[in-house]
């Protein structure tokens, strides 16, 4: 955990750039990282370790692993979703890897080719594996506040699967709005179950803004035990094998938000926005964050 009140994890690297209509080389995913790094951000989730036919945007994962320069404080983070991918993140010496299952068997089968008990017995096999190989591993509950397939979720399926992950290990447990339809009522009701089922390790939240409610949700959550917080910088992000699954919420916005609530993510905003700067040049097109455009709130001397 970091020293500040709440731990951020920029995803954009990953889930930002995951569903993007522009393809962008290793080396490029690799100094979003650095630049992301140089803002104070203490994660950053660098690549996903899936196969590049399904997903293109994300080939060459090794190779934004080694070209990442570090700060020697940010954490490079990277997903996998089975045991091979589990082992390419290892042997690209990847120490933090962060697997993730949905909570409905249409996502599962159609974003991972299996079923949600499946995906349940492989992330439990996959934190054993991992711990093993001396890496610290995050499970996420991903489409856990409702499926665009099979419509709301139990709140009671997300806390036996909470559970289940404590059991088996996790150090982390995200839950995941995979495709932005949750409202700060599910956080309330979810929330708690999942802190205590993790007991004295963190718990935090994966937020979309599909439907403008991502950041509502965000400061539910701070107000219900989660400590940790996935955002992307510019709001990038998409799944792509869910429909309308647009933007996650933006790093800077949620920094602002943090910072005008006191709370402390012992991030910059200032190079946030700068680096939002750069990636809406990189990509060629306006990012659909906020604050990067309209900048910090001005101040009067």
């Not at 790093?251 to 993510?265: A, P, R």
């Amino acid at each position: 955990m970091s020293s500040a009140a709440v731990t951020l994890c920029d995803v954009a690297p990953r889930d930002g750039l995951q569903n993007d209509a522009v393809t962008l080389e290793p080396e490029v995913r690799a100094e979003l990282c650095d630049r992301l790094a140089a803002t104070g951000l203490p994660r950053v989730e660098a690549a996903s370790f899936v196969n590049p036919k399904r997903v293109p945007q994300m080939g060459g994962a090794e190779e934004v692993m080694a070209a990442i320069h570090g700060d020697g404080e940010t954490v490079f983070a990277a997903l996998a979703l089975n045991p091979r991918g589990l082992q390419r993140a290892v042997d690209a010496g990847v120490r933090e890897v962060h697997l993730a299952y949905p909570l409905t068997d249409t996502f599962a089968q159609r974003n991972q080719g299996v079923t949600v008990e499946q995906g349940a017995q492989h992330a439990e096999s996959m934190i054993a594996d991992g711990h093993a190989a001396g890496v610290r591993v995050t499970a996420t509950l991903t489409v856990a506040f409702g499926c665009p397939f099979e419509g709301p979720v139990d709140p009671g399926r997300v806390i036996e699967h909470a559970e289940r992950m404590a059991v088996a290990g996790a150090d982390e447990l995200m839950l995941a709005d995979t495709v932005g339809v949750g409202v700060p009522g599910q956080v309330r009701r979810m929330l708690p179950g999942a802190a205590a089922a993790m007991g004295e390790r963190p718990v935090g939240l994966h937020l979309h803004n599909t439907r403008n409610t991502g950041y509502a949700n965000a400061l539910a959550g701070l107000e219900h035990g989660a400590t940790v917080f996935d955002a992307s910088l510019g709001g990038l992000g998409g799944c792509p094998f869910a429909p309308r699954a647009t933007g996650n919420i933006a790093t800077e916005d949620l920094v602002y938000l943090l910072e005008g609530e006191g709370v402390d993510s012992g991030v910059s905003l200032d190079a946030l926005i700068e680096a939002s700067e750069w990636l809406a040049g990189v990509l060629a097109r306006e990012l659909p964050g906020l604050v990067y455009k309209a900048g910090p709130a001005p101040t009067v001397s």
